[in-house]
Nanobody
Framework: QVQLVESGGALVHSGGSLRLSCAAS????????MGWFRQAPGKEREFVAA????????NYADSVKGRFTISRDNAKNTVYLQMNSLKPEDTAVYYC???????????????WGQGTQVTVSS
């Protein structure tokens, strides 16, 4: 069992930066692939970024490539999402998830956090 808690969401201006963190409980954190997803009002939850348990195999959605960076620190049981050059369309609730592979698909993740709100003003 893994419990995930996101933090770092905030209101920022367009062009600004934020770093989201996802703290995991459980000794098996390092065995899971981790992903970030987001959900804007009235839209489906969509993939943002993911990486394997080793920190390799990084995968990004086209909409965030070059602006967002996913990383993890297995010693701290934490995964991060550094978000730069933020745009109003990045506004969403951001969720981290743990799964078996660095997949784009929600169905491949077993555990989910409660989410953290990111709002980007124009």
């Amino acid at each position: 069992q893994v419990q995930l808690v996101e933090s770092g969401g905030a209101l920022v201006h367009s062009g600004g930066s934020l770093r989201l963190s996802c703290a995991a409980s459980g000794r098996t954190f390092s065995t899971y692939a981790m992903g970030w997803f987001r959900q804007a009002p009235g839209k489906e939850r969509e993939f943002v970024a993911a990486l394997r348990w080793s920190g390799n195999g990084i995968n990004y959605a086209d909409s965030v490539k070059g602006r967002f960076t996913i990383s993890r620190d297995n010693a701290k049981n934490t995964v991060y999402l550094q978000m730069n050059s933020l745009k109003p369309e990045d506004t969403a609730v951001y969720y981290c998830a743990a799964g078996g592979s660095a997949s784009n698909f929600r169905r491949d993740y077993f555990y989910w956090g409660q989410g953290t709100q990111v709002t980007v003003s124009s």
